[in-house]
C-alpha cells in the first residue's frame, strides 16, 4: 500500500508499519460495528484497515491529496468517508452525525477519535479538539511521549504546565503504552507514545465562569514559569483576595492545582476582569 509514496516532512509524516504495535492500538480503542469514529492522519492504513475490520464506517481525516486519492480508491464510499484537509481547520462536531448514520445508539452523537497525531501540530489540535469535548465519547492518540508526560503530569512536576491543566480540566488521560522509532517509517528521533482521553463526566466536570479568563491565566502564568505567581500576573494580582484563595502569593505556577486555577480565574471574572489577549 505504501509503494512510490515518499514521507513529506512539511506533513510531519512518521507511518506505523509494525503490526503488533497496531494490534496493540486496535485492542485499546476496543472498536464496535456502530461506533461514530474520526481517524486523524491515516496515512498509509495501518490504523484505518483493521478499524474498518470491526466499523460500520469511518471517517477520517487527510491532508495529504496523494493519500486521500489512495484511501478513495481502495474503500467505498460507504465505508470510508474521506475528508481532505487540515485537521486544525477542522470542525469535528460537523463529522458526528455523518460518521453515525442511522446507528440508532444512544451515543450516536458522541464521536470516538483516534490517529497518529503529527508531532508538529500536536498541541494544537490538542487544543483544537478541546472546544468539541462534550460531543466526544473518547479520543486514541500516538503522539511524541514528551507531549504524554506534559499531558499526564501532576502538580510539582517539572513537566507540568499549561497543557496539563487546560487538559486536564477537561479530561481524565491515561498514558497507556511506550511506541519505539524503529515502529516506524521513517523513524523518527523521538520516542512516542498511546494516550486514551476521556472527557470528564458531567457530574465531576467543573466549568469557568469565564472560559477566556481561564485560558489567558493559565498561559500568562507559564509564560513565565519561573516567577512567582503573583509576578506573572501583574495588575490582575491585585484583584485576587489570596487567603479567600487559599493560593501563596510567593507560589510558582507548576505548584498550583487545576482546582486553584479555577478558583483564581473564577475570582477574577466575578471583579469584572476581562482577557487582555
Known sequence: MGAGHQARKRFGQHFLADESVVDAIVRAIDPQPGDAMVEIGPGLSALTAPLLDRLDRLTVVELDRDLARRLRGRWGEDRLRVVEADALTVDFGELAPAADAGSGQADAARLRVVGNLPYNISSPLLFHLLRWAGRIRDQHFMLQREVIDRMVARPGDSQYGRLSVMLQARYRMTHLFDVPP????????VMSAVVRMRPLAPDTLRQPRDA??????????????????????????????????????????????????????????????????
Open 182 to 189: 524503529e515502529a516506524f517509517d521513517p523513524p523518527p528521533r
Open 212 to 277: 477566556r479568563v481561564f485560558e489567558r491565566l493559565v498561559a500568562r502564568v507559564f509564560e513565565q514559569r519561573r516567577k512567582m505567581i503573583r509576578g506573572s500576573l501583574g495588575a490582575w494580582a491585585e484583584w485576587l483576595d489570596w487567603d479567600a484563595l487559599g493560593v501563596a502569593p510567593t507560589a510558582r505556577p507548576q505548584e498550583l492545582t487545576v482546582a486553584q486555577f479555577m478558583d483564581m480565574a473564577d475570582a477574577l471574572s466575578a471583579a469584572g476582569v476581562t482577557p487582555t489577549a
